[in-house]
């Protein structure tokens, strides 16, 4: 190892002397990604140090206190022998949670925390977080990170502790109850009832094969900046309901599962304790072979103006699933380009990393697809029946008319272009449908800064 460490010197030592003919410049990547630079030529030297015993700042936690400017916490750091100095920060729970190594908190805290630090905490001292920056909410979990400097001024390691924020004092009791009032193969309507102390609730639907609830606030919630569950479902929710109320879910898929998450709101707009309700959409196949033909109309194939004024194409293309089909998934592929490679553009057409409320498709599936002219092409699909069993994937070759053929596109949206070879949608992720709510996919992430007295 020595040997390597001398090798690299020795060859840092030599740009500097050639700057004008090498490379000029020093670049140092950590374990996250990040990179420092340096210039070659104002290097003076380039030697390594050691560091006996553990760098870190144990933090232990004391008291929470809510202020009208926003909050102040209490806690203790001790300073190991060989820890010179730390910095401090605070962040939800669930976004500590999405850190998984050390160098990533690190990384964190050397950018959002407080300054290096020197002296103990050994009385415990107050961290103010002011309100203009974020406010702690009620019910929820908050981890306090700290991240020790050795003599170099070096990042080394990291302590945390958690603290839970108190619950809101509510104004009574506010409750609701709710029960599944209809259901169909592609729709759910819930029925909820509030008590006399509440003023209003908020209602949101997740998919349990995603995850339900919990699973989404434990992979989705920090990046949009939740500190709960109930936070989260306000959030999504996006309506305030009242009274006694029927909400109805649209576009869901059939025989899929459900869980519809409502928190009910006191008069203050504090929120109390959600309910789930479950709910599975009736299956729309059966227990067979789900198998999805394909249907290329000739005389719907079209041209359009596109935005950077060049001519586009498009082609109708119709997929009708038979009786044995719950759900199924369809795409278009040049078809050059598929026998290449069919295994890898089936996975990326039919069995996507990622899907959104549009990934899957029932009944009959109508749709301008951006094509090519005089272009061969597979209309490819594969359907899944009741049983969740998926069936053989369909593959149906068309090739494209001439260009000359083509009729201006009348009345219709223009679809979106082609990518890889691939003509796929692109849909919005995030789907409102009647005045129920769906959680969204879109990912925002934000944070936690301070100040300490």
Not at 52 to 67: L, P
Not at 283 to 299: F, K, R
């Amino acid at each position: 190892m020595k040997k390597l460490y001398f090798t690299i010197v020795f060859a840092l030592l030599a740009l500097v002397g050639n700057a004008q003919t090498n490379p000029n410049r020093v670049l140092v990547r950590d374990v996250n990604g990040a990179m420092t630079g340096y210039l070659a030529e104002r290097i003076d030297s380039i030697f390594f140090g050691k560091v006996e015993g553990k760098v870190v700042a144990e933090i232990t936690f004391d008291s929470f206190t809510k202020t009208d400017e926003g909050a102040e916490i209490q806690c203790k750091v001790k300073n190991s022998p060989a820890c010179k100095g730390f910095k401090l920060a605070c962040v939800a729970t669930n976004v500590a949670k999405n850190m998984t190594t050390e160098a990533q908190k690190a990384n964190y805290i050397d950018k959002y925390g407080t300054p290096v630090m020197y002296d103990d905490f050994s009385n415990g001292a107050k961290v103010t977080i002011p309100s203009a920056d974020q406010k702690f909410v009620d019910d929820s979990e908050y981890t306090l990170m700290t991240l020790g400097f050795d003599e170099y001024g070096i990042g080394c390691g990291v302590s945390e502790v958690t603290f839970k924020t108190p619950k809101a004092a509510l104004a009574g009791k506010p409750t609701v109850t709710a029960e599944v009032s209809e259901v169909t193969t592609t729709s759910f309507k819930i029925t909820v009832t509030p008590n006399e102390d509440c003023y209003g609730y908020y209602a949101c639907s997740f998919d349990v094969a995603s995850g339900g609830i919990l699973g989404t606030f434990n992979t989705m919630g920090s990046f949009f900046g939740f500190a709960n569950v109930g936070d989260m479902i306000k959030g999504w929710g996006q309506i305030e309901h009242s009274g006694v109320e029927t909400i109805e879910w649209k576009n869901q898929e059939p025989g899929s599962e459900y869980e519809v998450a409502i928190v009910p709101v006191d008069m203050n707009g504090n929120l109390g304790d959600y309910i789930i309700v479950k709910v599975k959409t009736v299956g729309a196949g059966g227990d067979g072979a789900a198998l999805v033909s394909a249907e290329v109309p000739a005389d719907e194939f079209y041209k359009y103006t596109a935005e950077d004024q060049t001519i586009q194409y498009v082609q109708r293309v119709i997929f009708t699933p038979n009786d044995q089909t719950n759900i199924y998934r369809d795409g278009l592929v040049e078809a050059d380009e598929y026998d290449k490679d069919p295994e890898f553009y089936n996975n990326i057409v039919l069995f996507p990393e990622q899907t959104t409320a549009y990934t899957n498709h029932t009944g009959v599936d109508s749709f301008l697809w951006n094509v090519k002219a005089s272009t061969r092409y597979y209309a490819i699909s594969v359907g899944q029946n009741n049983k969740g069993e998926w069936g053989e994937i369909c593959k149906f070759e068309f090739t494209t008319p001439d260009a000359s053929k083509a009729e201006w596109l009348q009345g219709e949206a223009k679809p979106k272009a082609v990518v890889a070879g691939v003509s796929a949608r692109q849909y919005s992720a995030t789907t409102t449908v009647s005045k129920g709510a769906v959680a969204p996919k879109t990912l925002v992430k934000g944070g936690i800064t301070m100040t300490v007295k």
